[in-house]
């Protein structure tokens, strides 16, 4: 198991590796202050891959929310192609990536830039009234 708490509230982030996994939590050369984000190396199949557990901040603010989230995912995504060639990123980012709205391109850009792939198709949140697409793994 490994972890990360938030250091006021409650949460963080949790990752489950197999024990059957050789895996290891990797050390971030800087830090992340607009998103938490927990890197762990996992062997599988001969192959090192770098699956990045990543939550947004809990509440959506300021008016250059979007251009801090957008820059500091970049951030993410240029670090983690610098550490190994297999990347899964996933968590709940709070962007709806299936609105037309500009935090959908964001997800979207990020994919095409990065030759990443999302392999959700369908909503993750449903409700009466509305369905969102607010959880990610892209690989």
Known sequence: ???????KGRGGLMAFISVLLLSKKVKLLRTFKFIEVLPIE?????????II?????????????????????CSLCIW???????IVIAGDLT?????????SK?????????GLECLIKDPT????NSSTFLDVLLT
């Open 42 to 50: 996992v062997r599988i199949y001969n192959k090192d891959v770098l």
């Open 125 to 128: 949140r449903i409700t009466k």
């Open 53 to 73: 557990a990543v939550c947004g901040p809990p509440k959506v603010s300021g008016k250059d929310y979007h251009t801090q989230l957008e820059d500091k995912l």
């Open 1 to 7: 198991m490994y972890r990360k708490d938030r250091k």
């Open 106 to 114: 964001i997800l979207k850009d990020i994919e095409d830039i990065y």
């Open 80 to 86: 983690a192609e610098l550490q190994k060639q297999n």
């Open 95 to 103: 962007l709806k990536r299936l609105s037309d709205q500009r935090e």
